[in-house]
């Protein structure tokens, strides 16, 4: 149950919670399309990013969602499970793995994001891609953080597995 009062209605609490304040609500959506529809990163790139911040947030809808589209990307179940042991992970290219270190540490400790990171960055993106994957990693862990503080019921109606 939300710790806010939501308006009634049939409509999922998200909608709801979005329906308080439009302004705020569209620019979830507009960041949401520009993460999902609009991005020029690699997609394991970010889905190994909105993975590892989804587990860090603990929020079920981005645990639970699947594109399966990205199927033929080679991003299935194996991959999902891989990027909380990301360190380990042999099947993880450098760019994927700083990708993945970079948003654990936008999210637990950004002050610990030095010189020497940016720099092992910058080997493998340019300075579009450093602004949309920063971009990217602050969008996903605001949308998922204020789902869950506000606990807004987070069931997605979309599918949740790949086939």
């Known amino acids: 149950m ?6 009634a209605g049939d409509d999922s609490e998200s909608i709801k919670l979005i329906g308080l304040q439009p302004a705020f609500g569209n620019a979830m959506a507009v960041l949401s399309d520009a993460i999902y529809n609009q991005s020029s ?8 990013v909105r993975m590892r911040i989804a587990q860090l947030n603990q929020c079920q809808l981005c645990l639970d969602f699947r594109f399966p589209e990205l199927v033929e990307a ?4 194996a991959f999902y499970a891989a990027v909380a042991d990301w360190r380990s992970e042999p099947s993880f290219s450098a760019a994927e793995k700083l990708a993945i270190d970079y948003a654990e540490r936008f999210a637990n400790d950004h002050l610990s994001i030095d010189d020497a990171l940016m720099q092992q960055l910058k080997q ?5 891609e450093m602004f949309e994957l920063t ?3 602050a ?3 605001a949308n998922g953080r204020t789902l ?4 807004i019921d987070q069931a ?3 599918s949740k597995g790949i086939d």
């Open 124 to 128: 493998h993106f340019d300075a579009a």
């Open 135 to 137: 971009y990217s990693i």
């Open 148 to 151: 869950q503080v506000l606990q």
């Open 41 to 48: 990163l690699d997609l394991r790139v970010r889905e190994a």
């Open 156 to 158: 997605c109606q979309l």
């Open 139 to 141: 969008g996903l862990l």
């Open 2 to 7: 939300a710790r806010i009062a939501l308006p």
């Open 74 to 77: 080679g991003i299935d179940e």
